[in-house]
């Protein structure tokens, strides 16, 4: 087995006084999607926050590609071609879509400098961003304001992308859209580790999973192994996969 992408040690977090991260373990192989379950609460958030560096581990390790970036700045971890899809989306409302990817597009000051041939393949998984190209963001609707979000992680290649709930509030056409650009994000070789509360969502996409409780993860296995037992879904979820197809 090849060594991991990305690998937490015994990473803890603390927010103000709450200590949220309690030894986490993980590893996100390279090239496939790992889902991270759990409740809310549980600290699915906070891991992806805290492999950013926008919240700072307390101990325990972060290694990318062997290094470790546990200590290094958001912008610097960013340049190690790592993306962030936060919950909220934190698009730019007063910019249009245009300029949003742009902002995104780190090596290019115009439009004309981006890859060409890259923003088409986009507008292929989002034909949205191209209909509302000149439209302010903040007039999209939340699921294109979603595939905004994550049309900017991807702008440019990208090694592994973080993402936090990319289905959550949307309809259910929008779902099976956003599932179908992640598909395709997979057959890039992109490595992904998506937070997510839609189980059916998770269930389509994931290679692995592992599962968050009390800020630690309790399981990490295939996610097909996982989405075949009902008992095991029960007793770390609390629900049956079932239910969510």
Same mark, same amino acid.
């Given at each position: ?6 690998q937490?040690?015994?990473?803890h ?5 709450? %200590? ?12 496939e &999607?790992? #889902? &991270?379950?759990?409740? =809310?609460?549980? !600290? ?25 970036v ?24 007063d910019?249009?879509?245009?300029? =949003? ?17 890259? /923003?088409?393949?986009?507008f ?6 191209k209909?509302?190209?000149? %439209? ?13 979000a994550?049309?900017?992680a ?10 936090? *709930?990319?289905?959550? !509030? ?18 890039? *070789? ?7 509360? =839609? ?9 692995? #999973? ?15 192994e996982?989405?075949?037992?009902? !008992? /095991? ?5 609390g ?7």
């Amino acid at each position: 087995m090849s060594a991991p992408l990305l690998q937490l040690e015994g990473v803890h977090t603390h927010i103000g006084a709450y %200590h949220i991260l309690h030894g986490v373990d993980l590893q996100v192989a390279r090239g496939e &999607l790992t #889902v &991270l379950l759990g409740r =809310n609460g549980a !600290g699915k958030t906070t891991t992806l926050r805290t492999i950013m560096g926008l919240w700072r581990a307390s101990s325990g390790s972060i290694q990318l590609e062997g290094d470790d970036v546990t200590q290094l700045s958001t912008p610097d971890i960013a340049q190690r071609g790592i993306a962030y899809v936060p919950e909220n989306m934190g698009i730019f409302a007063d910019l249009t879509v245009r300029e =949003n990817m742009l902002l995104a597009a780190r090596g290019a000051k115009r439009i004309e400098d981006m890859d060409a041939q890259r /923003l088409e393949w986009m507008f292929g998984l989002f034909p949205a961003m191209k209909r509302f190209w000149q %439209h302010p963001a903040g007039l999209l609707s939340g699921g294109q304001k979603q595939m905004l979000a994550v049309a900017r992680a991807i702008v440019e290649p990208r090694k592994l992308l973080l993402v936090d *709930e990319p289905s959550k !509030g949307l309809a259910p056409a929008i779902i099976q859209n956003m599932i179908g650009a992640f598909r395709e994000l997979k057959q890039t *070789e992109t490595t992904i580790l998506l937070v997510e509360q =839609n189980f059916n969502f998770a269930r389509q996409l994931g290679d692995r #999973v592992a599962v968050m409780d009390g800020g630690r993860i309790v399981h990490a296995g295939d996610m097909a192994e996982l989405a075949e037992d009902e !008992g /095991l879904q029960q007793r770390l979820l609390g629900l049956s996969l079932a239910a969510h197809q």
